[in-house]
């Protein structure tokens, strides 16, 4: 079992967004302590890496709370679940594809001013 703290070290996710998602459902219903603590689990730390993954790659909290939504209907809801992830991991293909392009072009740019770079501080040390 862990703490909210705990769970917001290793996650990097701040309690107040673990309680938020607690609250809108994308974790079930969390442990407590007698005293009303959060006690996570393995279990909630694996949903957690899963959120992330999927909020860190583009898909909205409303679509995560379908998703979460569907895979607590159990196994009926499998072909919904393969159908949205498969949406999602073409969306992400798709940004990764223009990220590349947006790279060559950063990098492109970088090269030609590193060369004016050079050019100019040769320049500067014949002038001395």
Known sequence: MYSIQEVSAKTGLSAHTLRYYEKEGL???????????????EEDLEALGLICC???????LQEISCFVQLTRQ???TLKERVELLRRHRESVIERMNEMQKYLEKVTWKLN???EKLRAYEAGQEGQE
């Open 27 to 41: 974790l079930s219903q969390v442990e407590r302590t007698p005293g009303g603590f959060r006690q996570y689990t």
């Open 54 to 60: 999927l909020k860190n790659t583009g898909m909205s």
């Open 74 to 76: 159990g196994d009926r």
């Open 112 to 114: 030609f001013f590193s």
